[in-house]
């Protein structure tokens, strides 16, 4: 398994791991070198790790000149590595029948096929934005995309304003990202499986499009624990892999002394960086909202706080570095979750039944805030003005429309029900579980 060297790419493809070894595969996972010598990772049987390098052992992305940069480096030094770590498996007596690859990284499918080996494509966002990026890649879609009536070819509710395309595709934004968005389905038509990290039941229409457009096309999400799922798997609690250290203790103690639902819980993940603007207006929106906190603010944002805020609010608020996000929204204090609708986080909302405040800032963050809002109506979008600023009125109205008034409690309900069915496409019988096994029983049968 050869995932893009990210928090939120590597850690679905490690659940997805686990989900195979009791049905009998052997996995190993390639990490690049940096990656592997920064992140902090939690042994797990049957799961072996190797390494191959982008071209930037020492510094990762960061070392780059861009991140178009970083990627041709990656294409050059990556492939020649990960041919090498093919070899080694065959001398060491295990070798490989399967790459299964972050189509980001579409050369992973040239090497497999250059052994002659299986070739399985791991797609990380929903169907609906995949099914976006294949539109862009053959022509369909031409970016900028400004025009309702250039959306109309993309399939399943709700009809989508270009606003709430990816970032990328809406506006023109970040070229060289856009480009690697879109290159994902350069030579996807060659894998001899495609599978996405989604459920079918969440978005059918753009599920079904793609089975009839993607080679053995099947969703094989959520990639949670299965602790918090099916509890197929009762010692798998956690991903694993973090980046970060977590102030777990003293969330869990802060969150046990607050009131069922009463804490507003704020994340916007391992990327995002907002500006000392919007950091101000979200504090001020959170003070406001005259609700408790739990904000994870990360070491390298912790100076756009404003002066005193930390301390002022500290009978309120309970600010950290970084946090494990799936044990604060099982604890039963958080009522509501901002969040800026990264995929994985998204998921994890669903699937723990937690209403949420969008507040998406690139990529497919938009799309996933148009259907937490539209589609499965399970929270609202804290809307920007003209320039994209969330200003704290409305980060406050939205905290209070989750948190205090009727609709809150229809989203609620929203979320309850779709945490059933996150949950029952991954138990036996479930459509993800029967996908699970018909793929794992296929690379058996090819072993």
């Not at 369909?140 to 009536?149: D, F, G, N, S």
């Not at 995002?272 to 739990?294: M, T």
Request: net charge negative; with cysteine.
């Amino acid at each position: 398994m050869v995932p893009v060297p990210g928090q939120g790419h590597i850690t679905p493809v490690l659940q997805f791991a686990k989900r195979l070894i009791p049905k009998g595969i052997r996995v190993t996972i390639a990490l690049t070198r940096f990656i592997s010598q920064t992140a902090t990772i939690s042994h797990t049987a049957g799961i072996h790790l190797e390494t191959i390098s982008d071209g930037f052992d020492d510094g990762g992305i960061a070392a780059a000149e861009d991140g178009q940069v970083y990627f041709d480096t990656f294409r050059k030094f990556g492939s020649e590595t990960l041919a090498d770590l093919i070899r080694k498996q065959i001398d060491s007596g295990h070798p490989v029948s399967c790459i299964l690859y972050d189509p980001h990284l579409p050369w992973c499918l040239d090497v497999s096929k250059r052994f002659g080996l299986i070739g399985v494509a791991f797609l990380t966002q929903s169907c609906t934005v995949d099914v976006v990026f294949y539109h862009v890649h053959h022509g369909l879609l031409k970016p900028p995309v400004t025009q309702v009536e250039e959306t109309t070819s993309i399939p399943g509710p709700p009809p989508l304003d270009p606003a709430d395309l990816p970032s990328f595709v809406h506006d023109g934004s970040y070229p060289a990202f856009l480009a690697l968005a879109v290159g994902q389905f350069s030579n996807i038509q060659n894998a001899d499986w495609v599978l996405c990290n989604s459920v079918h039941e969440l978005e059918p229409e753009a599920a079904d499009w793609l089975s009839n457009h993607l080679p053995n096309f099947r969703t094989i999400g959520p990639t949670l624990p299965s602790f918090y799922l099916d509890k197929e798997l009762p010692d798998d609690k956690d991903y694993g892999l973090s980046f970060f250290k977590p102030a777990n203790e003293a969330c869990s103690k802060w969150l046990q002394s607050k009131p069922k639902r009463s804490v507003v819980y704020v994340s916007f993940g391992s990327l995002a960086d907002l500006g000392p603007e919007h950091v101000e207006e979200l504090c001020w929106g959170l003070k406001n909202s005259n609700h408790y906190f739990l904000w994870v603010v990360r070491s390298s944002e912790e100076a756009k706080l404003p002066q005193m805020f930390k301390a002022e609010m500290a009978e309120k608020g309970l600010i950290v570095s970084w946090c494990s996000q799936l044990e604060v929204l099982t604890s039963g204090a958080v009522g509501c979750f901002v969040t800026h609708c990264g995929w994985n986080s998204t998921l994890e909302a669903m699937s723990l039944g937690v209403p949420m405040v969008a507040m998406p800032q690139w990529n497919d963050q938009t799309t996933n805030a148009k259907f937490i809002m539209d589609v499965w109506k399970i929270g609202v979008k804290a809307a920007g003005d003209e320039h994209g600023m969330v200003g704290r009125e409305v980060i406050e109205k939205c905290i209070r429309e989750v948190m205090e008034v009727e609709k809150g409690e229809e989203m609620r309900r929203n979320a309850e029900k779709l945490k059933k069915l996150m949950k029952d496409a991954v138990s036996e019988s479930g459509t993800s579980h029967r996908n699970i096994t018909e793929f794992a029983a296929f690379c058996n049968h090819r072993n």
